[in-house]
């Protein structure tokens, strides 16, 4: 293994063991934060937001096609109530855009 190699593992080895460890020290402290005042607003938004951060850019890259498709869902879900249906809604939009139009 020439010297590159060696950095090339030392530097994934880094990063695995940041992530384990922050994944790990999330779960050990969790368990000790005061759930009331601002700790409990702050995580009751944390996982729309964590949504949001996940599903935004993916809207974005589809363009035009990406905020018509997000607008079917958005009527799909008002009317019917069911993520299966307004996701396959979804699904189907951008398919159609990406193929047909």
């Not at 080895?13 to 368990?31: D, E, K, Q, W």
């Not at 005061?34 to 996982?47: A, C, R, S």
Request: net charge positive.
């Amino acid at each position: 293994m020439n010297n590159i190699d060696l950095n090339a593992l030392f530097i994934i080895f880094c990063v695995a063991i940041g992530t384990y460890s922050l994944r790990y020290f999330g779960l050990v402290f969790s368990n000790r934060l005061k759930n009331e005042g601002n700790v409990k607003v702050f995580l009751d938004y944390l996982p729309s937001t964590l949504l949001l951060s996940l599903i935004a850019p993916a809207i974005l890259k589809e363009g035009l096609l990406g905020f018509v498709a997000t607008a079917f869902i958005a009527l799909c879900m008002y009317k019917t109530k069911s993520i299966l249906a307004s996701m396959v809604l979804g699904v189907i939009v951008v398919a159609i855009g990406r193929n047909f139009i």
